[in-house]
């Protein structure tokens, strides 16, 4: 199946291909005409500034610059086009690396230090380089990476928002070119969501009494302008107006840089008009859920573009500013900058009441479209069922972060409180990856994307881990102390009140210290948890811990297991009842080339 996703990918890439080649050889053409147009132009207007009889030179010059402006017009909207469908051409590539995990052409991930308190960031490989976030992100804007970073990372499921964003996917789903074009018109956006929320942000400038008494000084300065005119009144106007002035710029002093406030706002308008006009046009389908999500953008009265062509008036107004011959008269007949500057701050206020609304819509259909990306790559992974009852039954279950072509598959069942499976196995042979495979299976259970498994039944969980403990130098953090300390937490969030049972992970319970203590304390926590209401799973190498299952019958046996074929050990990765029968540290070491007593031997049946 992902072979068969690969190909369709290779194929949109070459006709894509294609595409450029021959927008690119339009470019050429362009690029050559504009060269001749100009080439003309020059000797046209040379011809007829020199000619005596110069009309028909005249008129072949304005023909031709005439011909120049189009074609600079016509061929920057043709390069537009091209940066376009490169991008588009990028976005089939990145798709492509996620389904063959090649990372290396993946983009870079967003900076973000997994914090080794939370339940099961660091353990799971949720976030970083390589990692289940980076392989899900197609967002193009911070906060719609941050959102579907969150939904990955949340410690309490709640089963009607998952219900809701899974129906949200499935729609998704199959609007493959809908949720390119969303990421194709966002790309670059990060730092301009930050531009614009911090200009909606900005203060009024214009106190209105100021702009009123402003107004009627204009009109006063009009009446003794027209009074003197017809004779009625002496040249007052020649102080009133003077003064009139003076006062307007000292008031505009107040009021900050109108000019650079408008060109920050003209860029963040262009900017965010490509990709508001872009879900204006209901290409969602008809899907209600979308519809209802999408209603912002549809809503013909407060429609962003609508609100963003106010600005536009305002900007054209404000433009005035760098023409001086047409400046300098506005302002002496009008508080003319005093205008603009009401006019932006109105807008801005419009706007920080119906922005917010737009962009929440954008990020949460950004971190809804990775998801739907993700299952539409994997036509064979599918959305997992809820239930009340606390459970965890997967079929095929597998890892997301293993090539398909080596992954390995696993059924796994667990249901009811206070039960607990204990897998042993040898070195390598998959105890940790299969942790890691239900874990991350609870992640994108509960950020409403689909699983990679044929069928998988869960409870809402609060999820929990204890895989990758790691000792501090700097705060002087033995490695013991720390698993001690990860595991205190775990108790910690399996006695806070909570309406959801704690799914925990474990591997290597107290490594940390030597058997004898190791044997005592794993055994005495293993029993602690099989009397809360939680289910689990650990894996370890103590084979004496297999004997908790004759002691409690809410304890199960599972083991992966290993083979030596000529002089290699050979692992299946296929997840076994029962405990482990063998060990194989000192089949590794001597493999390795290390001295072992033959006396050392062991092999326990």
């Known amino acids: 199946m ?64 005439v011909m120049f402006v189009v074609l600079v017009a016509l061929h920057n909207r043709l390069n537009e086009g091209v940066r376009r469908w490169q991008t588009w051409r990028q976005l089939k590539l990145e798709h492509s690396a996620r389904l063959t995990l090649d990372w290396a052409a993946l983009p870079r991930a967003q900076a973000h230090t997994a914090s080794p308190e939370h339940p099961f960031d660091l353990d799971l490989d949720v976030t970083g380089d390589i990692s289940l976030h980076r392989l899900l992100d197609t967002t193009a804007t911070r906060d719609g990476n941050d959102r579907l970073r969150g939904w990955l990372l949340t410690t309490t499921p709640e089963p009607d928002v998952i219900r809701a964003r899974q129906t949200l996917v499935k729609a998704l789903k199959h609007l493959p070119v809908f949720r390119d074009k969303l990421a194709l018109y966002g790309r670059g956006s990060k730092t301009l969501i930050a531009r614009a929320l911090g200009w909606l942000d900005g203060q009024n400038r214009v106190h209105s009494r100021v702009l009123t008494g402003l107004l009627a000084w204009a009109l006063i300065n009009a009446l003794l302008f027209v009074g003197h005119a017809v004779g009625a009144l002496p040249p007052l106007w020649q102080v009133t107006i003077p003064l009139y002035f003076i006062v307007n710029l000292l008031a505009l002093r107040g009021a900050g840089d109108i000019f650079a406030d408008a060109l920050a706002a003209r860029e963040t308008v262009e900017r965010l ?74 807008v801005r206020a419009r706007l920080a009441r119906l922005m917010p609304q737009w962009l929440d819509v954008w990020f949460e259909l950004e971190a809804l479209c990775a998801l739907a990306t993700y299952a539409d790559l994997h036509p064979a992974a599918v959305f997992p069922s809820l239930t009340t009852e606390p459970c965890f ?21 667990l249901a009811g409180s206070g039960q607990l499976v204990i897998i042993t196995g040898s070195n390598m042979a998959g105890k940790s990856s299969f942790l890691r495979i239900l874990g991350l299976a609870l992640c994108m259970a509960y950020a409403g994307g689909v699983v990679d498994a044929t069928a998988l039944t869960v409870a809402p969980f609060r999820l929990f881990t204890c895989i990758r403990v790691t000792d501090s130098v700097t705060e002087g953090v033995s490695y013991f102390y720390a698993e001690v300390k990860r595991l205190r937490a775990l108790l910690d969030a399996l006695n806070m009140p909570s309406p959801y049972p704690l799914f925990y992970l474990i591997d290597e319970i107290f490594k940390g210290t030597n058997n004898r203590e190791r044997l005592i304390g794993s055994r005495s926590y293993l029993r602690a948890l099989t009397d809360q ?17 004759d002691e409690l019958p809410s304890v199960h046996n599972a083991h992966f297991r290993e083979q030596v074929v000529d002089g290699a050990m050979i692992f299946d990765y296929h997840l076994r009842p029962g405990p482990c029968p063998t060990t194989n540290a000192l089949k590794i070491m001597r493999l390795a080339g290390l001295p072992i007593e033959e006396s050392g031997e062991i092999n326990r049946g």
């Open 533 to 549: 209401p939680a289910l689990g799973v650990v894996a370890t190498h103590d084979l004496e811990l297999v004997q908790l299952a």
């Open 393 to 413: 039954e997967g079929t095929a279950l597998g890892h997301p972060l293993i090539r398909a072509d080596v992954r390995v598959r696993n059924d796994f069942q």
């Open 273 to 346: 008009d490509a990709i508001f006009r872009f879900l204006e046009a209901d290409r969602v389908g008809g899907s209600p859920e979308l519809r209802t999500l999408c209603a912002p953008f549809l809503d013909r009265q407060n429609r962003p573009t609508r609100q963003l062509a106010l600005i536009r008036r305002v900007l054209i107004a404000a433009g005035l500013r760098s023409n001086a011959v047409l400046w300098l008269p506005l302002n002496l007949m009008l508080p003319w900058d005093m205008l603009v500057a009401w006019g932006l701050d109105r």
């Open 2 to 65: 992902t072979s068969t996703r690969f190909q369709a990918l290779e194929r949109q890439r070459q006709r894509l291909d294609r595409r450029l080649q021959q927008l690119e050889r339009y470019s050429r053409w362009y690029s050559t005409a504009r060269v001749i147009s100009a080439f003309t132009l020059m000797v046209a207007a040379v011809l007829a500034l020199t000619l005596p009889d110069s009309t028909p030179y005249w008129v072949l010059t304005g023909a031709v610059a």
